[in-house]
């Protein structure tokens, strides 16, 4: 009789964990390369706030074709004259003084009967959380930094908000915004999404390997 010859079971990939593996590395890949693509967009998004810093104040025409999304007025430099009088505070947003310090932005609409302004101003920086109950004198031309869409897409709030490099009394400066403050981590964001694929693809063939040297070999069937 000849001793049974021990044959080798063929290596096989198992199916789900295999193309579960593929959809998830496709994944993270596709979010790494899509951050890649977000900073190229950032750094250009930059570069064009910058330079809008350095055109001539707005006309009332940029803020039209602002409005019917044709152009972009985002940190460009504008004066607006602004005087209601004593008038309740439009709104309050998060802020901080020219010096850094948290608080809140008293907004302002330069516009009579409290109606939805296309516009609103900062007239200050306070601390005071109950600021907008706290009528403001305002009777001054505001020049500063306009800001798109303050208040996102809704129609019914104002589109732009202007902050001045001056504030009525007694609020304080607010702080000017600059593109430099823009977030730009896009980049360690495309590193994080990486280097996710890579762990994944290594506990993959740690896994495979593993399953593949667990696997028994199976005797042939003997000969006669």
Known sequence: MTAPVIAPVPRRFPLFPTLLTLVMLVVLVGLGLWQLDRREWK?????????????PLLEPDDFMRAMRNEASIQYRLAELPCSPGDVLPYDLKGGSSVGGVSGYLVLVSCRPNRKLPDIV?????????????VPVHVDTVFKGVIIERPYGRVQTRPQFMLIPDTSVPPLQVSRMPTPDELPDNHLSYAG???GLAAVLVTIYGLWLRRRWQGEKVAPAAPNR
Do not use: M, N, Y
């Open 121 to 133: 101003v900062v007239a200050g920086w306070t601390k005071r959380p109950d600021a907008a109950a």
């Open 43 to 55: 750094h250009a998004l930059i570069a064009r706030l910058r330079a809008a810093q350095t055109q």
């Open 192 to 194: 994080q999404w990486f």
